[in-house]
T-cell receptor, first 113, second 112 residues
Framework: DVKVTQSSRYLVKRTGEKVFLECVQD?????MFWYRQDPGLGLRLIYF???????EKGDIPEGYSVSREKKERFSLILESASTNQTSMYLC????????????FGPGTRLTVL | SQKIEQNSEALNIQEGKTATLTCNYT??????LQWYRQDPGRGPVFLLL???NEKEKRKERLKVTFDTTLKQSLFHITASQPADSATYLC???????????WGLGTSLAVNP
């Protein structure tokens, strides 16, 4: 059974803290994605990676960075968390090939106080 | 810019009826469309993919159509059940096929 796991389901941090969100997939997928989802705004792509050490900005990369040192792991970093980064964060992976679907993790609900 | 629109209003239907959800897109001709289901507090789950050269795709009680002239995809759930209650998202490939453009989703409630 395919699996995408995220390090935490719920996380509470303070403004200014550095936050790490980890995502691991066991499907040997080339592509990995980080989204945030907010009511009324839908899924918004923050960053994605199509290969180890490769990354590309999504639609809302400001305030975030990512790291992909190993194929199975994709990390999202909030360098200095702010209250407007309170959101549901979803990681996804997808195999190579144009018609493959995305597999999502369970999500991390981050609250920044 | 590429845009995708879904019914913003929630859809309420009676158990046993067919639910029909709409996805419209503009300023683009996608190679395929995907449909996902999302339950509250969880990640989306893939349901169906339909390619531009396919008119219709079926999977059990689910049916998807793709009309490239109307720039529209319809998602049908036949013999709907309360367990089908969820938000349904449509998405299409962006130009380089590396990422998806997502709709905001339509909430479906099936009443017993």
């Amino acid at each position: 059974d395919v699996k995408v796991t995220q390090s935490s389901r719920y996380l509470v941090k303070r403004t200014g803290e550095k936050v790490f969100l980890e995502c691991v997939q066991d499907m040997d997928h080339e592509n990995m994605f980080w989204y945030r989802q907010d009511p009324g705004l839908g899924l918004r792509l923050i960053y994605f990676s199509y290969d180890v050490k490769m990354k590309e900005k999504g639609d809302i990369p400001e305030g975030y960075s990512v790291s992909r040192e190993k194929k199975e792991r994709f990390s999202l970093i909030l360098e200095s968390a702010s209250t407007n980064q309170t959101s549901m964060y979803l990681c996804a992976s997808r195999g190579a090939g144009s018609y493959n679907e995305q597999f999502f993790g369970p999500g991390t609900r981050l609250t920044v106080l | 810019s590429q845009k995708i629109e879904q019914n913003s209003e929630a859809l309420n239907i009676q158990e046993g009826k067919t639910a029909t959800l709409t996805c419209n897109y503009t300023n683009y001709s996608p190679a395929y469309l995907q449909w996902y289901r999302q339950d509250p507090g969880r990640g989306p789950v893939f349901l169906l993919l339909i390619r531009e050269n396919e008119k219709e795709k079926r999977k059990e009680r689910l049916k998807v159509t793709f009309d490239t002239t109307l720039k529209q995809s319809l998602f049908h759930i036949t013999a709907s059940q309360p367990a089908d209650s969820a938000t349904y998202l449509c998405a299409f490939n962006a130009g380089n096929n590396r990422k998806l453009i997502w709709g905001l989703g339509t909430s479906l409630a099936v009443n017993p």
